[in-house]
Antibody, heavy 119, light 109 residues
Framework: EVQLVESGGGLAQSGGSLRLSCMVS????????MNWVRQAPGKGLEWVSY????????YYADSVRGRFTISRDNAKNLLFLHMSSLTVDDAGVYYC????????????WGQGTLVTVSS | QAVVTQEPSLTVSPGGTVTLTCASI?????????PNWFQQKPGQAPRPLIY???NKYSWTPARFSGSLLGGKAALTLSDVQPEDEADYYC?????????FGGGTKVTVL
């Protein structure tokens, strides 16, 4: 069974940093590209970042480029999102999501981890 | 980044049919944007319904279908059931960046 479990959320100060993790199981992690998607309270979904299966191709949404860093450890089945210079607009639930193919993104999701940013 | 628009809310009667659309301000939506559709219920993670315009997952109800309609991506819910009440999001691919629509809240009333 495919499982994605996020962790690392919590309370951060505005201007501070936080590192999220996503532990996966039930599939060969190194064969799949991965993403982070977030959802502010009461708002819609926002794609945050993408990393290819090998980690050599990375994309970011304009809203986080230069502040967030996505990475992965294929040996440990872990996906990361390092977030810095946080603002209140970064608050919300952060999901990791697996791509099956380029035309079949976000085919599996974790349950999310909540990030709160105090001003 | 590109803006993708959806109807903010739609209401449908049980057993009825409703069509949700997904438009891009950059122009007509084509299959090259790999339109995807997701359903989200309160307190739950999103669940994929349709990928690459009109392909269903094994768990996608047969009464749900995806298409291209008048330069937009579309999701049609037929024979709507009370459990279909949810938020629905489209997703378009812009060559590296993925952009969600603002979501459509479907009420079954």
């Amino acid at each position: 069974e495919v499982q994605l479990v996020e962790s690392g959320g919590g309370l951060a100060q505005s201007g501070g940093s936080l590192r999220l993790s996503c532990m996966v199981s039930g599939f060969t992690f190194s064969q799949y590209s991965m993403n982070w998607v977030r959802q502010a309270p009461g708002k819609g979904l926002e794609w945050v970042s993408y990393i290819s299966s090998s980690g050599d191709t990375i994309y970011y949404a304009d809203s986080v480029r230069g502040r967030f860093t996505i990475s992965r450890d294929n040996a440990k089945n872990l996906l990361f999102l390092h977030m810095s210079s946080l603002t209140v607009d970064d608050a919300g639930v952060y999901y990791c999501a697996r791509d099956r193919r380029v035309d079949e993104p976000f085919e599996s999701w974790g349950q999310g981890t909540l990030v709160t940013v105090s001003s | 980044q590109a803006v993708v628009t959806q109807e903010p809310s739609l209401t449908v009667s049980p057993g009825g049919t409703v069509t949700l659309t997904c438009a891009s301000i950059t122009g007509a939506v084509t299959s090259a944007y790999y339109p995807n559709w997701f359903q989200q219920k309160p307190g739950q993670a999103p669940r994929p319904l349709i990928y690459s315009t009109n392909n269903k997952y094994s768990w996608t109800p047969a009464r749900f279908s995806g298409s291209l309609l008048g330069g937009k991506a579309a999701l049609t819910l037929s024979d709507v059931q009370p459990e279909d009440e949810a938020d629905y999001y489209c997703l378009l691919y812009f060559g590296g960046a993925q952009v969600f629509g603002g979501g459509t809240k479907v009420t079954v009333l």
